[in-house]
T-cell receptor, first 110, second 115 residues
Framework: NAGVTQTPKFQVLKTGQSMTLQCAQD?????MSWYRQDPGMGLRLIHY?????ITDQGEVPNGYNVSRSTTEDFPLRLLSAAPSQTSVYFC???WGQGQFFGPGTRLTVL | AQSVTQPDIHITVSEGASLELRCNYS??????LFWYVQSPGQGLQLLLK??????LVQGIKGFEAEFKRSQSSFNLRKPSVHWSDAAEYFC?????????????FGSGTQLTVLP
């Protein structure tokens, strides 16, 4: 199993550009989530999904959209990037007693 | 609302010394508690978790943690630190009903290990 995979590993955007961060898992987990990690702030939940077709907002959802058309994939969309979205983004999937994290995407918005 | 406090931003220990990382939580019901480790440039790896039962839980890599309800704490310990333990450590709390879902993380403790 590949576990949780994320692409790209690094990305630089200009303010106002859009992009999609990809996340996939091959463990058949129902629950998936997106976090952002900023220095001194730990990880903050952006959006999560409890299954295909079901998504909900976390602690910091503004500026991000998600969809869950399949169990395996949970992409995160930035419609109009802002410098405040410069961060490291982690995707995770859960089987109920622990979350498995992807390797992260480091995003810089200029 | 649930919250997690890790009072130590940075801890330095010598290789072979014992380690204790502090974690205090705020939660209205029985919490699910976790410790994760993050090596530089990597994702988070689950070290151990507490759901119920024995308040002393064993994890991977020789780590253990003790749940103390009266102190709202879940401190991580290791008797003898190895240089490879240098990393950032995160404590997290989750709601009982959601188990590992909707975790709230602390701000992390960076561990430096001196040779």
């Amino acid at each position: 199993n590949a576990g949780v995979t994320q692409t790209p590993k690094f990305q630089v955007l200009k303010t106002g550009q859009s992009m999609t961060l990809q996340c996939a898992q091959d463990m058949n987990h129902e629950y998936m989530s997106w976090y952002r990690q900023d220095p001194g702030m730990g990880l903050r939940l952006i959006h999560y999904s409890v299954g295909a077709g079901i998504t909900d907002q976390g602690e910091v959802p503004n500026g991000y959209n998600v969809s869950r058309s399949t169990t395996e994939d949970f992409p995160l969309r930035l419609l109009s990037a802002a410098p405040s979205q410069t961060s490291v983004y982690f995707c995770a999937s859960s089987w109920g007693q622990g979350q498995f994290f992807g390797p992260g995407t480091r995003l810089t918005v200029l | 609302a649930q919250s997690v406090t890790q009072p130590d931003i940075h801890i330095t220990v010598s290789e072979g010394a014992s380690l204790e990382l502090r974690c205090n939580y705020s939660y209205g019901a029985t919490p699910y508690l976790f410790w994760y480790v993050q090596s530089p440039g990597q994702g988070l790896q689950l070290l151990l978790k507490y759901f119920s039962g024995d308040t002393l839980v064993q994890g991977i890599k020789g780590f253990e943690a003790e749940f103390k309800r009266s102190q709202s704490s879940f401190n991580l310990r290791k008797p003898s630190v190895h240089w490879s333990d240098a990393a950032e450590y995160f404590c997290a709390v989750g709601p009982e009903s959601g188990s590992a879902r909707q975790l709230t993380f602390g701000s992390g403790t960076q561990l430096t290990v001196l040779p």
